[in-house]
């Protein structure tokens, strides 16, 4: 490895299988790990070989929208995809709203929040 890279990202989740599940369906990644965090939470790691997102619940917790707000303290997740009309019609199969599409150079993108709250953006370079 040359460079650093990001390797993955702990994301706080109120359903980390129903997370995994919708990550699953949208960008075909596949659970590399799932098992109990160190303070008696759960967590599901779900991505590919290189990278993942860690789907964190913690254990009796509730939470309410507010804890999931953008800019507290994460904006967005980006994921990058080749075929962008093929997940953004995934996303609308799973009952969710793009929005605010844009193209930009050098891509194009659009955004979905997920049943959290929390906000994706999906680009593609192609």
Request: zero cysteines; a negative charge; charged letters at 25%.
């Amino acid at each position: 490895m040359s460079e650093p890279r990001i390797e993955h990202v702990n994301v706080t989740v109120s359903d980390p299988e129903r997370a995994a599940k919708l990550m699953e369906t949208l960008f075909g990644w596949h659970v590399r790990w799932r098992g109990p965090a160190r303070d008696g939470g759960r967590t599901i790691h779900i991505g590919s070989e290189r990278h993942y997102l860690a789907l964190y619940t913690g254990r009796g917790v509730s939470y309410a929208a507010d804890d999931f707000a953008k800019g507290r303290p994460l904006n967005h997740i980006g994921v990058e995809v080749d075929d962008l009309a093929a997940v953004e019609a995934k996303v609308v199969a799973a009952g969710l709203r793009p929005f605010n599409h844009g193209d930009y150079d050098p891509g194009h993108r659009f955004y979905f929040l997920d049943p959290d709250g929390i906000e994706y953006e999906v680009v593609s370079y192609r």
